[in-house]
């Protein structure tokens, strides 16, 4: 079993910055292959923003390239999402994913990004 827990989340303004972590227990994070970002705002379904696999090959959506950059750190079993140029449409609910044997998946944390 894993449990993934987000923080870092809450309110900034448009153009501003903020990194998301998510903390994974109950295995060591260097046995789980993908980590990543999803979001879901009101209204709409899940979607990916970026994944990292467990020799750091990254993905990413189309609207966040170039302003979104996904990490992990083994040693302290952690994913990151950095934001950076924020839009409110990136305002949403962001879930951690991980993927060992089968999909886990965090509590999520609200972002919202005001104009």
């Known amino acids: 079993q894993v449990q993934l827990v987000e923080s870092g989340g809450g309110l900034v303004q448009a153009g501003g910055s903020l990194r998301l972590s998510c903390v994974a227990s109950?295995?060591?994070?260097?046995?789980?292959?993908?980590m990543g970002w999803y979001r879901q705002a009101p209204g709409k379904q899940r979607e990916l923003v970026a994944t990292?696999?467990?020799?750091?090959?990254?993905n990413y959506a189309d609207s966040v390239k170039d302003r979104f950059t996904i990490s992990r750190d083994d040693a302290k079993n952690t994913v990151y999402l950095q934001m950076n140029s924020a839009k409110p449409e990136d305002t949403a609910v962001y879930y951690c994913?991980?993927?060992?044997?089968?999909?886990?998946w965090g509590q999520g944390t609200q972002v919202t990004v005001s104009s």
């Open positions: 109950g295995t060591s994070s260097r046995s789980i292959f993908t």
């Open positions: 990292i696999t467990s020799v750091g090959i990254t």
């Open positions: 994913y991980a993927y060992r044997v089968r999909n886990y």
